[in-house]
């Protein structure tokens, strides 16, 4: 039984605007997800894509039944979104976009109110609290108090403390600091080891590569791709520089290696898939230095939005990825 | 029902319930006090003058009055000050537990719990009959503490003053129903807000002028605070036809927010 199963997923809203009601296809509604199929395995970091605006949250929603389906069908846990929402959301962990907190109630009470409405106790709060630092003291003053940061580890500790089957986390380390962020991926780490199962929404790119098994991209609400992270990233054309003392390698030929230039003993080309045909190639010539670029997520994720405006919007999600990875790309080593 | 929310909802209006209880229990005390203290010469000066019509005007709705003990009750039920005290619960905390909540974005929080928003319907209109009867219970309060006070305790009828109370709860449990069916129609407090008040004040309006105005008075039927008559209650002249109507008018808001709150989309709040 997968953990998440949509079949022909898809979301029309009616059109909202009173100018758009009497404009030109006024009787068009806004398709916000388009026949979305996908599943999720029982025990994976599921990363799911895309930047502001496409489709996203809606698919989240629909997971969840705070909406309900134009077309398709969606089970979560093997139990049907439409029907059995109370037994599926007693089994899910939820934190919501840019959550909204009761901001009178202290940390420690929020967190007794809304976990009083499971059958499990809150097994993990200790364990949360702990990793993303929410001190006793921080918990015992009332929400209104708290920063953004702070806001989002207690909807993170809110969404797991009762240890769900599936987390379903919708732009989770948005407001985490780098150190925060890494305590997260940590928190992340803990839930697979444990078979748990998560659900990740993000633009953060970096944060899906570093934590995701695999990754849904979609593109104005339709699923453009669906791959393991490792397969998605090894189909990437790479740059390869490198120096060679005496005559160069011949390169022709050589399965996946492109646009070979050569200039003064320095060998620029581009790699794409396997890398041992060319490290073949090149055993018998004298290397002094190589640069292979690594291949990035950020890189297959601009691929699909190859146009305008989408690629513009992307730009932005990948600009927000580097922005808020910081010294998250510490941790990336080169080859 | 959920207890836990429940529970929530009456720990986080508790400071706002009592403000409202002490007010309305003053305004409730006050008016026995006026008529033992004043009411007489009041009467004296309104029917011997010119001002003969102002006694129907005012004791146009439900009777209310300080010329009686009775009137005064009735007054202090129907009177626009306590009416708006009582709405803070009928018709506020009804707007605020859906439309409120799913503006302010907590509502998806409240709902990735395992609950049904049926459940946080019904949790949410008892708690707003809860508040309701703890304020009405209040004012009624006020009423005994002011005539036992002035010594005026001995006209109470307390056998009717309780059918008062629970008529008068029963009145503003039907605006809170109907609030709550217009705060699970819509995603924003304030057409939610205005439709309930617009209606809420045009009722009072039509029942006011259609007692002062003959032309007017056979739209009476068509306000809710036409089936509130304390006066009449308190003279021994009960129509138990009034609580068939708001429970009527009740049932049908409750049945009609039951079946929408849970056909409606929650898309992310904006």
Partial sequence: MNAIETIGLSKDYPRGAALGRFGPGWR????????????????????FLGPNGAGKSTCIRLLLGFLH????????????TETDGVAIRGRVGYLPGGIALYDAMTGA???????????RAPVLRARLTDGLELAAADLARPVREYSRGMRQKLGIVQALQHDPELAILDEPSEGL??????????????????????????????????????????????????????????????TVEMRVDGPPPSLAGVPGVTDVVVVDGHVRCQLEGDIRPFLAAIAGSSVTD?????????????????????????????NDADAAAGGHDADRTEP | MSAVLLRHTLTAGRWRLLAVAVGIATWGFLLPVVYATFGAEI?????????????????????????????????????????????????????????????RGTLEVLLARPISRRRVYVTALAATFLFVAVVMAANLGGVVAG????????????????????????LFTTLGALALAASASFHRVVPALGIVLAFTIASYAVELLGALWPDIAGWRPWSFFHYFQPAEIMAGDASPGDAVVLAGITAAAVAFGLWIFPRRDLAAPS
């Fill in chain 1, 28 to 47: 068009d509604p806004i398709r916000a997800l388009a026949e979305v199929t996908l599943e999720v395995r029982p025990g994976e970091i599921f990363g």
């Fill in chain 1, 177 to 238: 600091d780098p150190l925060m962020q890494r305590a997260f991926y940590e928190i992340l780490d803990e839930l697979r080891a444990a078979g748990r199962t998560v659900f990740l929404s993000s633009h953060i790119l970096s944060e899906v590569e570093r934590v995701c098994d695999r990754v849904a991209i979609v593109r104005r609400g339709r699923l453009v791709a669906l791959e393991e992270i490792g397969a998605l990233l090894a189909r990437r054309r790479r």
């Fill in chain 2, 147 to 170: 005539a036992t006070l002035f010594d005026v305790a001995d006209e109470l009828r307390m056998d009717r003053l309780l059918v008062v109370w629970a008529n008068a709860v029963l």
């Fill in chain 2, 43 to 103: 009467r004296r000066v309104v029917e011997g003058g010119y001002l003969s019509d102002l006694l129907d005007a005012l004791t146009a709705i439900g009777g209310g009055s300080v010329f009686t003990l009775d009137g005064s009750i009735a007054l202090s039920f129907v009177h626009p000050i306590s009416i708006a005290l009582v709405a803070v619960f009928a018709i506020g905390h009804p707007i605020a537990a859906l439309a409120g909540e799913r503006q």
């Fill in chain 1, 69 to 80: 389906p134009s077309a398709g069908a969606a089970r979560v846990l093997g139990l049907d």
């Fill in chain 1, 290 to 318: 190589l640069t292979i670029e690594p291949a990035r997520l950020e890189d297959a994720f601009l691929e699909f939005y190859a146009n305008g405006a989408d690629r513009a919007a992307a730009n932005g999600a990948a």
């Fill in chain 1, 109 to 119: 009470a929020l967190l007794d109110y809304l976990g009083a409405f499971y059958r």
